[in-house]
């Protein structure tokens, strides 16, 4: 399966943004999606996942209240919507795809796009 993710950008702190994430090549209701994270100098962090039916979801605590990871899977597109973004949420986002969803497993990664949210 091929991922593109979009909607990344620059914007000022308390502001909100929607990524979204294309499924291509593959049927997007068989994975498990997720986004991960990485900041300059920083790990990558995986910041939220859904499970292929979207019942149930999973957030990194940071982001616990102002994410909101859903996916519409006749459209094989997965979003991440993001609201009162902080300094600290810019980084490169990765929409992912895996099969597991408890122990989750990032098989496919998409190109990532870039948030950056400014004072």
């Known amino acids: 399966v091929q991922l593109q993710a979009s909607g990344g950008g620059l914007l000022q702190a308390g502001g909100s943004l929607r990524l979204s994430c294309a499924a291509s090549?593959?049927?997007?209701?068989?994975?498990?999606m997720g986004w991960f994270r990485q900041a300059p100098g920083k790990e990558r962090d995986l910041v939220a996942t859904?499970?292929?039916?979207?019942?149930?979801?999973y957030y990194e605590d940071s982001v616990k209240g102002r994410f909101t990871i859903s996916r519409d899977n006749a459209k094989n597109t997965v979003y991440l919507q993001m609201n009162n973004l902080k300094l600290e949420d810019t980084a490169v986002y990765y929409c992912?795809?895996?099969?597991?969803?408890?122990?989750?497993?990032?098989?496919?990664w998409g190109q990532g796009t870039q948030v950056t949210v400014s004072s």
């Open positions: 859904i499970t292929r039916n979207g019942v149930s979801t």
């Open positions: 992912t795809a895996g099969r597991y969803y408890n122990t989750y497993d990032a098989n496919y």
């Open positions: 090549g593959g049927t997007d209701s068989r994975y498990v």
